[in-house]
């Protein structure tokens, strides 16, 4: 049974950080491109960064040198180091992943699976 689980979100004032996990189990972590989206409620959802199983990650333009995605195939684990953080920043997060490209990451990719989300929430 494949399972993504989130961690790490919390409360934090503006210009602190975070650093989010997922653990991911169940499926090949190989075969798959794996991600962050967030989404604030009536708004729609915002892909925040992606790696591909080779490391090449892309991140949207609003968290470019701020956040840092990364994978670590031993652990099964994606996180996403946040620093800097901005109330508009404030979201829940959800990790996801995407078999679409064997490993790689289409653009935007399209996860078939998702964890259940954590929140950030970034006060001024």
């Known amino acids: 049974q494949v399972h993504l689980a989130e961690s790490g979100g919390g409360s934090v004032h503006a210009g602190g950080s975070l650093k989010l996990s997922c653990v991911v189990s169940g499926l090949p972590f190989a075969d798959y491109c794996l991600g962050w989206f967030r989404q604030v409620p009536g708004m729609e959802r915002e892909l925040v960064a992606t790696i591909d199983n080779y490391g090449q990650t892309k991140y949207t333009d609003s968290v470019k040198g701020r956040f840092t995605i990364s994978r670590d195939k031993v652990k099964n684990t994606l996180t996403l180091q946040m620093n800097s953080l901005e109330p508009e920043d404030t979201a829940t997060y959800y990790c996801?992943?995407?078999?679409?490209?064997?490993?790689?990451?289409?653009?935007?990719?399209?996860?078939?699976?998702r964890g259940q989300g954590t929140q950030v929430t970034v006060s001024s």
């Open positions: 996801g992943a995407d078999r679409r490209w064997a490993g790689g990451c289409a653009d935007p990719p399209v996860f078939d699976y």
